[in-house]
């Protein structure tokens, strides 16, 4: 594979690609060339957990607010339903996740395998773009709720005024500079956080539990309520059936979780292809995680639905939005209070740190691999200033409001872990396994009503999901046109046949025929030959060997290269090749040969009828096309050396 060398990379452009598997190493060279990522040494589960925990622990600070105001007097009975799916539903679909997606693709990666071609591409770019609904909404609702509980805070909030909207962009944009300093920084801010942040809750729980004991009638009085509001158990619990949907964003941190799977140590033993110690450690994070936020759910919305007043919950309502922080101020003091405030603030602002990573870890993924973002989308830096300043965007859309991005939150929210549930429920099916079959089908009916319900409620979430699926599709469509003429080959190797034929060529001039086969007998290739040596006056002497692409999956971008040789009816040379696309392998096949005998190769065209853009759609979409001219293409911007680039002939 033949590129000229590049000069070293500038200092800043270094540091920009640092840690990328093909470029910024080496001098950015593509496919064989690049150095391989040195292997991730990983944290601890439990460190790990606290990155995800940000996320998910985090939607304390207004998850008990979001379920008075959904369910009233019912909210305790609600949240129990919430814990119950969190449990009995979205924790054994991810643990099942971890387990047949190691590697941190979640359960798109999953439903990829399903489909092929172009159809799974554009239904892997949909779940991305929820995906991306799911992981930026969470930066920016959380980086506005962190503004929100400071603003409110009763020792600043004439100062900070009508200042939200600029806090906001600023949490977002420190975020955005701890993801430029490195990863592992933001694995112990988190720790520090999260620890803070539960032990304060903890506190704040244990007060509010002694104040509803110690308080007796608070219960008796709420029980009354709640009778005599619903009636009985039966309408209480269809009543918060019909509510759940609301408070989905109680279960924000699952997908999270096993986005930033390939950061778990895991064993010892542990390989790329059986990270078994990994998927161990990754299903206790998930288990742990799940328990810890179940108790802090329950206890929480039960204290704050007895302890504060309907009215506090309303929009403009002391207890809006930091139902915790109410309580914190009001039975601890306003020391402990701000001592709350600030870490509520702090967890909520880094609470786009997991979410971060998860896109860090899930877009890199997939569009470079589809050619559908430029090379520099595999590594952490540039992509963190582009999901900053997407960030910046969507907060200014939405001037930092919390409630107005709940839709598009708790809609990417579903719309993942039903993905998930559906994907578990194939996997298990194919697996044989009737009994899991059976019972991820049932969890994929709950989160698909709830998604459903959620939609019919708050339809503008299917808006803004819409909004980042059509980007997401726009700009690979665009970057995929771009680096249409790019090598695309990541190696290429020759079978002994096949290398002996390119040996024995080497020692006349090396002549090859670009042939795409049909009936491959006989006639054809004697009538390749002659029309070969008619239209461009070659000798007779002289001698060829016939070279076929076969193309396989056109929507794929990057692949090795196998070539192959046989003996066709006793007397015709034969390389066979398989790739995505026909141009792009014949150049990295020439390139390769002359690199392996030191000769320039030639190789003979024929031109192809019809449109020329019809021919280049073609070529786009399906591998084809026009091969001639594109073949010279690839060639010349992979070697900018005209003396040492393969000579393309066509007639």
Known sequence: MGTTEHPPPHRLRAWMLEGMSDMGKGGGLQGPHAQPEPPHKGQPWYRVMCLTGVDYFSTLGYQPGIAALAAGLLSPVATLVLVIVTLAGALPVYRRVAEESPHGQGSIAMLERLLTFWKGKLFVLTLLGFAATDFLITITLSAADASTHLVENPHVADALHDKQLVITLILIALLGAVFLKGFLEAIGVAVVLVGIYLALNVVVVATGLWHVVTEGHVVTDWSSALTAEHGNVFVMIGVALIVFPKLAL???????????????????????????????????????????????LITTSFITTLLIPERAFEPGGEANGRALAYLAHAYLGNVFGTVYDVSTIAILWFAGASAMAGLLNLMPRYLPRYGMAPHWARAVRPMVIVFTLVGFLVTWIFDA?????????????????????????IAARRAGQRGWTIAFAVISAVFLYTTVLNIIERPDGVKIGACFIAGIVLISFFSRLARSFELRVTDVEFD???????????????????NEPDNRDVTEYRDKIEQIRADHEVPSQEDFV??????????????????????MHGRYRVLTLESSSVSNALAAFLLHARDLTGQIPHIYFEWTEGNPFTNFLRFFLFGQGEVAPVTREVLREAEPDRSRRPRVHVG
């Open 250 to 296: 109680g279960l924000s941190g699952f997908e999270t979780g096993v986005a930033v799977m390939p950061h778990v140590r895991g064993g010892p033993s542990d390989t790329e292809e059986k990270p078994a110690g990994r998927i161990r450690d990754t299903k206790k994070l998930l288990t742990t995680a799940a328990l810890i936020m179940s108790a802090f």
């Open 401 to 425: 409001d919390v409630d107005a991005q709940g839709g598009a939150y708790a809609t990417g929210v579903l719309v993942l872990i039903s993905s998930a549930a559906i994907a578990v429920t």
């Open 496 to 514: 002994a046949t096949a290398e002996r034929f390119v040996r024995d060529i080497a020692s006349r001039k090396i002549r090859f025929i670009a």
């Open 546 to 567: 016939f070279v076929e692409v076969t193309v396989t999956d056109p929507s794929e971008f990057e692949s090795g290269l196998t070539v192959r040789g046989e003996v």
